[in-house]
């Protein structure tokens, strides 16, 4: 398992659209994937989960992978939420 802090750079922040592309991106790999923001720790495979979070630009989210796959996976991920789009 690997976790790392990742801050959001979506000029958006994660609203529907942004949050629907990230499923995506998590959605390829076999890896378990979470986000974590306080207390709260959702499945980045779930649109339903990740759009409760309500994260807004310039968060700073703890991202965990578990898996045969969760380099590839966190490598994605943080490439997609550093994107300054």
Do not use: H
Not at 27 to 56: F, P
């Amino acid at each position: 398992m690997i976790k790392q802090p990742v801050t959001i750079n979506l000029s958006t922040g994660l609203v529907a659209r942004p949050v629907a592309q990230l499923v995506q991106v998590a959605s390829q790999y076999e890896s378990e994937i979470y986000v974590e923001i306080g207390r709260k720790r959702v499945n980045a495979k779930s649109i339903m989960g990740m759009m409760t979070l309500g994260l807004d630009a310039g968060e700073e989210i703890t991202l965990s992978a578990n898996g045969k796959d969760e380099e590839a996976a966190m490598s994605s991920i943080v490439t997609y939420l550093s994107a300054s789009a």
